[in-house]
């Protein structure tokens, strides 16, 4: 098993440009998750898909989009790439609530913007 | 509103030296502390789960414990493999974690 595999591991955009990041999880998690990383703050959710067909927004969703493509997929897509989106971007998945289970990380995405 | 403080925000350590590290919260309705570890380049790892006040989880050099307020992550004896990030975060289920900025532990052999 390969848990959350996340692509590209790195990736250098100029400004306006667009790309998306791709996630997919092989746990048949139902629910899947786009957080992003920054130097002195804690993670904060961009987007989540509570299931196949439905996505709904997080703390900081402006300047993204995301596809939730089927159950093993979702997508991060920046359509303007902006300065102030240069982070680290980590998709996670859940199992079925069986108690509050834990989320389980890809290993990111490092993205600049110049 | 939710909120996470961890402190301190770097801590170094010698080999077999023990510490704590703080998780102070105010959340609405916790339904479960979690405790992850970050190294460099990776995702973060599920280590514990806490859900009421006077639980306690061990994992090898590792105990986190609960109170109404805080968390604290014991190491005892740490190893210099032990050295990564430590993240806190708590919530209402997983839509609405929300995370600590986190503690950089190194320990020095």
């Known amino acids: 098993n390969a848990g959350v595999t996340q692509t590209p591991k790195f990736q250098v955009l100029k400004t306006g440009q667009s790309m998306t990041l791709q996630c997919a999880q092989d746990?048949?998690?139902?629910?899947m998750y786009w957080y992003r990383q920054d130097p002195g703050m804690g993670l904060r959710l961009i987007y989540y898909s509570a299931s196949e067909g439905t996505t709904d927004k997080g703390e900081v969703p402006n300047g993204y989009n995301v596809s939730r493509l089927n159950k093993r997929e979702f997508s991060l897509r920046l359509e303007s790439a902006a300065p102030s989106q240069t982070s680290v971007y980590f998709c996670?998945?859940?199992?079925?609530?069986?108690?509050?289970?834990?989320?389980?990380f890809g290993n990111g995405t490092r993205l600049t913007v110049t | 509103e939710d909120q996470v403080t961890q402190s301190p925000e770097a801590l170094r350590l010698q080999e077999g030296e023990s510490s704590s590290l703080n998780c102070s919260y105010t959340v609405s309705g916790l339904r479960g502390l979690f405790w992850y570890r970050q190294d460099p380049g990776k995702g973060p790892e599920f280590l514990f789960t806490l859900y009421s006040a006077g639980e306690e989880k061990e994992k090898e050099r590792l105990k986190a414990t609960l109170t109404k307020k805080e968390s604290f992550l014991h190491i005892t004896a740490p190893k210099p493999e032990d050295s990564a990030t430590y993240l806190c975060?708590?919530?209402?289920?997983?839509?609405?974690?929300?995370f600590g900025q986190g503690t950089r532990l190194t320990i020095n052999p």
């Open positions: 975060a708590v919530g209402q289920g997983a839509q609405k974690l929300v």
């Open positions: 996670a998945s859940i199992p079925p609530d069986r108690g509050n289970s834990p989320l389980h």
């Open positions: 746990m048949n998690h139902n629910s």
